[in-house]
């Protein structure tokens, strides 16, 4: 009950925020793995022009702000930013949102995508 109460209302948020701050990476075929960074880029516009954001991963399980990318907040017009070295995670799906630091009703999400484990990686990459 409470868990769709909160996706009615993320969808909600997405739908308002679409105009601001679209972000096009990470998307549901973008992998990103426990020891290593990733990539997140959006499109601002003018009207972000010297805002400053923030961007949270998301675990879409417990619908809970596991992660903040950015301790610091950086520019809205940006347009991308690479994330810290990620940890290993309960959890593999995962939402990134981004934004506005002085409005935290006003978050853009990406589609949901997989953290997976350091492992994968190293085998992938071999
Ligand atoms: C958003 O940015 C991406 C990559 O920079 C670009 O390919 C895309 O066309 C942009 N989308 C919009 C709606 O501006
Ligand atoms: C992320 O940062 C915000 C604001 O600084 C803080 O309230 C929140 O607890 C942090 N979340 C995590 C998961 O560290
Ligand atoms: C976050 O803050 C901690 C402690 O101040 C620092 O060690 C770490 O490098 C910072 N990470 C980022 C991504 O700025
Ligand atoms: C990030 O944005 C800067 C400035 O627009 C651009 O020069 C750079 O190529 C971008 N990096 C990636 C990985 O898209
Ligand atoms: C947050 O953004 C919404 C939608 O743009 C706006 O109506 C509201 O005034 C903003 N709040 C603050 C504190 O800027």
Known sequence: MKVSTLFTCICALVASASAALEVTIPDSYTEWYSGYTGLVQWNSSASEFGLLCNIQL???????AVYNLTNASIPCSLDNY??????SFDNQVFTVRIGETNNASLWSYTENFEILPQKYHDKNQA
Do not use: A, G
């Open 58 to 64: 998301v675990d879409v399980e417990t619908t809970e």
């Open 82 to 87: 690479t994330t810290p070295i990620l940890p």
